[in-house]
């Protein structure tokens, strides 16, 4: 059974940081390509960044997030984090963690099979 849990969200003050993590279960992580989305009250879900398979080697990240936040994976934890830094009041939403064995555009929420369940930044002072 594949598997998807979110953690690490919280409340933040801007400027500051937080790591959310995406621990995978039922599946080798390793061989997917996992993405983080979020939604904002109101908004569409979007593509924040992407860690592909090990056997692609890409990291993808949106522009509003590129130089802020960064993708990384712990192969043998089988979890994927997202290291948020210079977060922003824009910033606050609920992130997602999806996979996906090979997506074709990592930023679109359409290409992903599997998701987690969500996990809240709110970054307010």
């Known amino acids: 059974q594949v598997q998807l849990v979110e953690s690490g969200g919280g409340l933040v003050q801007p400027g500051g940081s937080l790591r959310l993590s995406c621990a995978a279960s039922?599946?080798?992580?390793?061989?997917?390509?996992i993405g983080w989305f979020r939604q904002a009250p109101g908004k569409e879900r979007e593509g924040v960044s992407c860690i592909s398979s090990s056997s692609v080697g890409i990291n993808w990240y949106a522009g509003s997030v590129r130089g802020r936040f960064s993708v990384s994976r712990d192969k043998a934890k089988n979890t994927v984090y997202l290291q948020m830094n210079s977060l922003k009041p824009e910033d606050t939403a609920v992130y997602y963690c999806?996979?996906?064995?090979?997506?074709?555009?990592?930023?679109?929420?359409?290409?992903?099979?599997?998701w987690g369940q969500g996990t809240q930044v709110t970054v307010s002072s």
């Open positions: 999806a996979a996906d064995p090979d997506p074709e555009e990592y930023g679109s929420k359409w290409e992903y099979e599997y």
């Open positions: 039922g599946f080798t992580s390793n061989d997917y390509a």
